[in-house]
């Protein structure tokens, strides 16, 4: 554990880096999958099994993401309203939190823009278009409570795990696979954001700003609320999703405080 003041830039890096990578992926997923010339798009018609392959490849990516060294190190935030929770919950700095943030927006943009110069038209145009997240045909306010629901149960998934040292280990395992279900089951509501960085990334380089109010409130009010939830059942270790490595930690860690380590009691 380090000292509050210290910054910690191969840490914000990290986290830049980290959701660049998963937005060149969604980016080249959606490519393979939905550009009507893409030879995979042609051979399987049926829109939710091609959203079974994209779930698949995306939960793929935050496991691989999670647990690589990269991820081992900074804790895979790599979403604001992930870092904003740990914020609320004492497990993070202030200003590492505001530098994570800022870095994670960074990153998601020049991701998407890197994938718009090897691609262009192909990338910027419908229907893969930035790889956009927005509301389905359903509208806004649908959008919205799915957003805030599937932003309440990552988080709640993520709090459970990491405090449960029996699955502290499965942690990356079992996000990558709610978000594999998250996007073959609800993102025709939402498009499946849960990550305003995320969002941004898309909107900006497209101005696709439709109802962006949605993506910038729902993952933190669903996240939030799972937090303050969490705090009544025990205290949180570590705001890594994955902590079994030896790689630094910047965070305000409990795994260095044996008044933490116990099991967290109902």
């Not at 309440?152 to 990491?162: A, K, P, Q, R, S």
């Not at 990334?201 to 439709?210: K, Q």
């Not at 490595?245 to 795994?255: L, P, T, W």
Request: proline letters at 7%.
């Amino acid at each position: 554990m380090t000292r509050d003041r210290e910054l910690h830039w191969p840490e914000y890096l990290m986290e830049a880096a980290g959701l660049g990578l998963f937005m060149v992926s969604a980016g080249l997923l959606t490519l393979l999958l939905e550009h009507p010339s893409s030879p995979a798009h042609q051979a399987i018609p049926d829109a939710l099994a091609r959203r079974t392959l994209m779930g698949l490849g995306i939960g793929a990516t935050a496991v691989g993401l999670i647990y690589s060294p990269w991820g081992q190190q900074s804790g895979a935030h790599l979403n604001p309203a992930v870092t904003v929770t740990f914020l609320r919950l004492g497990k993070i700095a202030p200003h590492d939190a505001l530098l994570y943030v800022v870095f994670q927006f960074i990153g998601g943009l020049l991701g998407v823009l890197a994938v718009l110069l090897v691609f262009g038209s192909a990338f910027s145009e419908p229907p893969v278009a930035f790889v956009a997240t927005v509301p389905g045909p359903e509208g806004a306010l649908v959008a919205f409570v799915a957003e805030v629901f599937i932003a309440f149960g990552l988080m709640c998934l993520v709090l459970w795990t990491t405090n449960t040292p029996r699955f502290a280990t499965l942690t990356g395992w079992l996000v990558g696979a709610l978000l594999a279900l998250y996007i073959t089951f609800e993102a025709p509501f939402s498009g499946m954001s849960l990550n305003p960085a995320r969002t941004l990334a898309s909107a900006f380089p497209g101005a696709i700003w439709s109802a962006l109010w949605v993506y910038f409130t729902a993952p933190f009010i669903g996240m939030l609320a799972a937090a303050e939830l969490y705090r009544r059942r025990g205290r949180v270790r570590c705001a890594k999703f994955n902590h079994t490595n030896d790689r630094r930690c910047i965070f305000r860690c409990g795994y260095h405080s044996p008044s933490l380590m116990r099991e967290p009691q109902p």
